[in-house]
């Protein structure tokens, strides 16, 4: 990163490309459902570093991509965006990790299957390279498409800054299990939450459970029914704004930029969940994991639909 602006943000993660499939109609199982196929770029990790760009954020990002037409389209777009790729690994034995999904004609997701055993080969070492020129103030932001060992020494190696992680899935949920104690900020849905928790039945006592267990503060998402967020012993829930839906694919992603947006300009988490719910509307509304449309400009004048937590 020698002689570009230091980072802000520093992503750890999974960038990839993303298939999406659109019935034209109602998928029905087992049968060929004609539709449309569209190619992006995508990953949690990949998703949040080109949104905290877009929203004029110094971010630079770490992950492994094949060396392969793929792996050559994804970095290019996180380059369009201002993302600093310099601590990006090519891997010549692995291909380009690759996430497709299919979806209703609503944008509703009926599968999804993730191709990424490249993630798995990323090098424990490499952390040390991540890490060690990288400002106090930079916030740290992880995704768990990385194996639960890089998660771990990324952890255990932040030092006095802020640590932020975005549970990927159900199955990939556990891998910050061993360092939740170090996770200054989860974003997670209520299953991945359910899961981290090993509580099931009482959702509504998830984030009390995961405070005790050492996150002290978080963000769960709830689909149409808002989000459920602490910090301590503080807790607040917001609504989910009507929003005609295009696609669900990368709201989540779109809503942890947005509120990590909101906290570096004020601090607070309470005062950065509308940008967050902004954030996350803005992408339900659109075709792309983190629309176009996205600016500082274009965020804040989405605000005036959010309410306040």
């Given at each position: 990163?020698?002689g ?7 992503v ?84 380009t ?15 999804g ?55 990927v ?28 928790a ?51 694919n990368?709201?989540g ?57």
């Amino acid at each position: 990163m020698s002689g570009q602006t230091p980072p802000r943000f520093f992503v750890l993660g999974g960038a990839h490309m993303d298939q999406i499939g659109r019935s034209e109609k109602r998928c029905e199982p087992g049968q060929s459902n004609p539709g449309f196929l569209h190619h992006s770029p995508g990953g949690v990790a990949g998703n949040i570093a080109r949104g905290l760009a877009m929203l004029d954020w110094s971010v630079a990002l770490s992950t492994i991509l094949g060396q392969d037409a793929d792996g050559d389209f994804v970095e290019a777009a996180l380059q369009e965006k201002g993302v600093a790729t310099d601590l990006i690994i090519r891997d010549d034995k692995h291909p380009t990790a690759t996430y497709t999904a299919i979806e209703e004609p609503t944008g509703a997701l009926v599968a999804g299957l993730a191709s990424m055993q490249i993630y798995d080969h990323y090098p424990l070492d490499h952390i040390e390279a991540c890490l060690k020129d990288l400002p106090h103030n930079c916030t740290l932001v992880a995704d768990t498409n990385l194996p639960a060992e890089v998660l771990k020494v990324f952890a255990q190696n932040k030092g006095a800054r802020t640590l932020a992680v975005c549970a990927v899935s159900g199955p990939k949920a556990n891998r910050v299990a061993d360092c939740l104690e170090a996770v200054d900020l989860l974003f997670c849905n209520e299953t991945e939450a359910a899961i981290l928790a090993q509580e099931y039945a009482d959702l509504d006592a998830l984030p009390e459970i995961l405070l005790e267990i050492g996150v002290t503060s978080g963000v769960i998402t709830k689909g149409g029914k808002g989000v459920t967020a602490w910090a301590g012993e503080q807790h607040w829930q917001l609504p989910a704004p009507p929003v005609r839906v295009k696609s669900t694919n990368g709201a989540g992603d779109s809503l942890a930029a947005c509120l990590l947006h909101g906290l570096a300009l004020h601090q607070e988490l309470e005062k950065a969940l509308p940008y967050g719910m902004a954030g996350a509307s803005l992408a339900l509304m659109s075709n792309q994991a983190i629309p176009d449309m996205l600016s500082r400009t274009m965020l804040d004048s989405c605000l005036a639909d959010i309410p306040a937590a």
